[in-house]
Every structure is written in structure tokens, then in C-alpha cells.
């Protein structure tokens, strides 16, 4: 019913930039958080960035001044500008929304599919 569709991923250089994208579609009423995660092989899923209904963001340590999170309501969007990538940046991106299908219901989450980076010279 809800689907959200991840683009923007590929292979970029040390020092270079990407943005990733994550579009939900479906039967959709309100979007509170959307976050972004990544995992890299081996390793756990980590929270990267969020921001709440009303804008506000936060990053992880490593994220903080290099990357940037945004939303486009009107779309049902988030955005991750991510600069100055480096090779320890190479993971699958994950999007994550708490999302209400209608008025009266309760938040659910649902996951993208994932977007390959990998940062490599």
C-alpha cells in the first residue's frame, strides 16, 4: 500500500558528492520523521540523519558538516546531500518513514529499498 523508492546511489571518488533521494507513494495521510540509515557489510545498521515533521535534523558524528538531510512535503521526499564522501562512507542507504494512512490511524514505519554507495578512487 505505501512503497518507498530509493534513487541516487552509485560509485563516486573520494572527496566527491551524491544525493540520495526517497520517494514514498501509496495511500498516505501524514509523514512524521524521516530518517536515513546505512549498513555496510559486517556491520550494523546505523542511524545517519533525521529530520522531524517540523524540520528540525540532526546527524551522526561522523555525518555532522559533511552531510545534509531535507524534506519536500509536497512530494512526500527526503533528501540526503551527502559532500566530501570518504572510502569509510561506502554502505547500502537506507530511508525510513513513520507514516499515517489515514487521519484516525496510528504511525507505521516503512523502509526503502536501499541505495548502493561506495566510494572508491
Known amino acids: 500500500q505505501v512503497q518507498l523508492v530509493e534513487s541516487g546511489g552509485g560509485l563516486v571518488q573520494p572527496g566527491g558528492s551524491l544525493r540520495l533521494s526517497c520517494a514514498a507513494s501509496?495511500?498516505?495521510?501524514?509523514?512524521?520523521?524521516m530518517l536515513w540509515y546505512r549498513q555496510a557489510p559486517g556491520k550494523q545498521r546505523e542511524l545517519v540523519a533525521f529530520i522531524t515533521s517540523g524540520g528540525l535534523t540532526n546527524y551522526a558524528d561522523s555525518a555532522k558538516g559533511r552531510f545534509t538531510i531535507s524534506r519536500d512535503n509536497a512530494k512526500n521526499t527526503v533528501y540526503l546531500q551527502m559532500n566530501s564522501l570518504k572510502f569509510e562512507d561506502t554502505a547500502v542507504y537506507y530511508c525510513?518513514?513513520?507514516?499515517?494512512?489515514?487521519?484516525?490511524?496510528?504511525?507505521?514505519?516503512?523502509w526503502g529499498q536501499g541505495a548502493q554507495v561506495t566510494v572508491s578512487s
Open positions: 501509496g495511500s498516505i495521510f501524514s509523514i512524521n520523521n
Open positions: 525510513k518513514m513513520s507514516i499515517k494512512t489515514t487521519g484516525w490511524g496510528r504511525q507505521a514505519d516503512y
